[in-house]
């Protein structure tokens, strides 16, 4: 029996500003009407993080990984103090709770850690005293009470984990877009909105690119099997439920993901700078070979962390995009996206096949085109079309 109470969560772009933080207010107090508990967990405000990394790059081009973690912490914590208080001047209790105070504890791999348990108790207290309980998403800490954060994007994670754990009814990712489409709506202006869409490919999707939720968060919800819904936090509507175990064979989605690198290495290098790739934790990194070279495909991020003790190794570098075909169906029309790509002048560098997609490396100025041309010759012919009304916001 699930616990009459919502977990909702609201990224940057709905808590950019003073007056949408009111509004959020409003839409909590909304939920809390019903009868039910509510915890809510916020993000920073749009472009902070970025603003607070950028600040940490002007004094070490490759910050303390810890240190990082105590800055970007802080984004969190004002938006979540912001919008306790506007609760409160509207009339009803509210208390904000830092990741550490609302007890949620991770590894201790700071940037990137994963929560490994969560003390329930403070946060019930207060849900117990008729408070909204509004908790800092994207932190925790690690066994020694240092500060860690969880990537980016990993507020959506905070949230349904406290929705696993407290039991909720549904964790609510609420957003700047109405829910989940075939592929990011702001690239590509035909994608289709899906009322429902299963838990393979959702999972898919988030690890290929797609950033409306944060990967660890759709893994949670599958294994856990917590109601996941996306939302938008600027119109009323049912979004997008996450729900069901089996995937389509069809394609049902493209994702993007841009800022990639190929580094090319030779090929009696590859054993050390693999150890040197584990070493500084990267773990999202695929290896390509042919015959003479080999090349890791990795984010530019990461790729600018191994340079600095590996460049002796590095033969040649390449900034690259990735667009990922999503759909059992698709690993059998590489050859046919490789056509339609190279009808509008983009080429294909490499593909790489996974078990339910394949992925298309390109050139990056090409990626919004290559996404409208597959999107558009795949997804929209194949008959997949199950809502055409779209809402995009802007941050
Ligand atoms: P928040 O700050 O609320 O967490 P994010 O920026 O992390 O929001 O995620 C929402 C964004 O995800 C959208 O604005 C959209 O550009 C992008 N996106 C990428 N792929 C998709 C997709 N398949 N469906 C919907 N949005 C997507
Ligand atoms: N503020 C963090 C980020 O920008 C976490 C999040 O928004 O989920 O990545
Ligand atoms: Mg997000």
Redesign the pocket.
Known sequence: MKRPLIVQKF????VGSVERIRNVAEQVIRAKQTGKQVVVVV?AM?GETNRLVDLAKQVDSVPNARELDVLLAAGEQVSMALLSMALNKLGHAAVSLTGAQAQITTNSRHNNATISHVDTSVIDQYLDQDKIVIVAGFQGVNESGDITTLGR?G??TTAVTLAGVLNAEECQI????D????????VVTN?VKWPEIDFPTMHE?ARKG???LHLPCVSYAWQHQVPLRVLSSFESGHGTLVVGEQAKAQVQ?V??RKQMRLLKIAKSHVDVVDKQKEMLGVDEAEWLHDEHFSQLLLKSDCSDRLKLVIENKLVAEQDVALITMIGVEAIAQASQYQQLLNHSDISVLHFCEDKHSITLVIEPEAIDKAAVVLHDNTIITSGTVVEDVKQ?HLG
């Open positions: 990224g940057g772009t709905s993000s749009s994007g507020s959506d609420y957003t700047d877009v829910g989940v489409y075939s592929c990011d709506p702001r994608a999707m797609a950033k409306v989605g994702a993007l995009v």
